[in-house]
């Protein structure tokens, strides 16, 4: 499974953003899939997740209340809609499916190319 993020870009602080991942496949109804980022001189860190299904979501705390992912199996998609967005939620954010552990770790098998998201004070 091939996996296409976009959707990064440039916000203000308190703005917002719906970030987009096109898989190749169908099949990517049937994995856990997930949204990861990486801030600058920082490692690369759990941000939501879901079940292939959608019915069950995880958030990382500095996250929880802000962003919400969701998926469409339908169009093979999944998104991360991120709102009153702060500086330091500055990073790549990366999309993940295909989970290999916890939800809230690393171990999936397919990635993206990961987007920007510059958010400025």
């Known amino acids: 499974v091939q996996l296409q993020a976009c959707g990064g870009g440039l916000v203000q602080d308190g703005g917002s953003l719906r970030l987009s991942c096109a898989a190749s496949?169908?099949?990517?109804?049937?994995?856990?899939a997930g949204w990861f980022r990486q801030r600058p001189g920082k490692e690369r860190e759990f941000v939501a997740a879901l079940s292939p299904s959608g019915e069950s979501t995880y958030y990382a705390d500095s996250v929880k209340g802000r962003f919400t992912i969701s998926r469409d199996n339908a169009k093979s998609a999944m998104y991360l809609q991120m709102n009153d967005l702060k500086v330091d939620d500055t990073a790549v954010y990366y999309c993940a499916a295909g989970r290999r552990g916890y939800y809230t770790s690393l171990k999936y098998i397919y990635w993206g190319q990961g987007t920007l998201v510059t958010v400025s004070s």
């Open positions: 496949e169908r099949t990517f109804s049937q994995h856990g």
